[in-house]
């Protein structure tokens, strides 16, 4: 799994770059403006998200609820990714394991202004 999010790490890097940076772009009125890209979707179904966000298949890929709460319509905190990428940095494994997260290096945690939740 760490392999596809070193490789959209690759892909995206474009887009992550010119969020900081920005591109000026000539529009369609001849004016050239400075321009930033974010990524603000990603179409995928349950079992393609588990992958891209590296989360279990038997959790929620938007908040923590737990494996036997699913369908609850009770509010969990959402995955908090910084939090996770300092765990994952320090290998801390039981951690993320317990908040149903893979001990990956996520592509999508690169990105900035990118909340995960919201592209769902």
């Known amino acids: 799994m760490q392999v596809l999010h ?7 890097r474009p887009l992550s770059n010119s969020a900081w940076d920005g591109h000026n772009i000539k529009c369609g009125d001849e004016v050239v403006r400075r321009c930033y890209f974010r990524v603000a979707g990603w179409l995928a179904n349950y079992m393609e998200n588990s992958v891209i966000h590296g989360i279990y298949t038997t959790r929620c890929t938007i908040c923590e609820s737990p494996q036997d709460r699913l369908g609850d319509l009770q509010k969990y905190p959402l995955h908090d990714t910084q939090q996770y990428q300092e765990w994952v940095d320090k290998s801390d494994t039981e951690g993320l ?3 149903g997260v893979k001990c990956i290096t996520n592509a999508l945690w690169t990105l900035r202004d990118v909340i995960l939740q919201e592209l769902i």
């Open 6 to 12: 070193d490789l959209l790490k690759f892909m995206l």
């Open 97 to 99: 394991y317990m908040r």
